[in-house]
Every structure is written in structure tokens, then in C-alpha cells.
């Protein structure tokens, strides 16, 4: 049984931090380029990543809104590591039953993408690369994924 939480965590954790494309700039074009040799690491791994997410966020907040749905967010790991262009909700998804639009939640998922620590960045030839993340969030967020020791 073990084996099947850890299985299932893994494979959930792949489907919410799949990049969507790496990105590099070429004379004022944007080329797509997949795969990748290395994924960016979050400081301390996977499960760090949630031991963040998890302490920072302010659950009083993303629980107490009237709204349930997800909260789609996207940034771009950059060559040096940092969090960019965070997007929330773009107006492409085209789902509005399922989003939650609740502007303090926003602001509160906001704040915590922006404040991330420096990442390890991804890697293509032996040089660091921007890659592009999504990563959506239940609200009202009660699946914990943040094991600790």
C-alpha cells in the first residue's frame, strides 16, 4: 500500500509540474524546444517544494472563499533559476465552472509563486534554459503533500 501512495504522489506530482515547452529566445522569435536533459530542482527536492507551498500559503484564505474549482498557474523557471511571468487563469481556459476567480486567492497563490526560492534550472546541451511550468491548485486546498520527517 506503501508503494501505491508513493506510485500515485509521484505520478501526480509529474502531471502538475510537466513543463508545457522550454522557451528560448532567438532574434525576437520564440522557439519551442522538447525535451530537455534536466527538469529544474526545487531547493531540497519534491518534497521541499510542497513543505513550502504548504507553509507559506495562508489557508484561511484559499479556504474561506465561497468559490471552489482550480486556481491554473503558470510561470517560467528561468535560466538562473529564478520564478518569472507568473500567469493565473489566462482567459484562454476556457472552463469558467472550474476556475476559481476569488480574488484574494489569487493574490495569496500570487504572492507565494513570486516569493519562491531560486531553483536549480533545467538544463539542454550543458547550458541552463528557461522551461515553462503549470501548476494547478484546488481550492479549497485540503490534498497535503508535504511529508515530514
Known sequence: MANYKKMRNILLLLLILIPIGLYAQ????????????????????????????????????????DQSGRVFTFFIIDSIGKVKNLEINPDWLKSPKSIVKDKKVIEEIARVINQMPMWKPAQLDGKNVP??????????????RCKKN
Open 26 to 65: 532567438e532574434n525576437d522569435s520564440t522557439q519551442i524546444i522538447d525535451p530537455i536533459e534536466s527538469q529544474p530542482i526545487f531547493p531540497g527536492g519534491d518534497n521541499a517544494f510542497w513543505c513550502y507551498l504548504e507553509g507559506s500559503l495562508n489557508f484561511e484564505i484559499l479556504n474561506s472563499s
Open 131 to 144: 522551461v515553462r511550468f503549470s501548476l494547478p491548485i484546488k481550492i479549497p486546498y485540503t490534498d497535503f
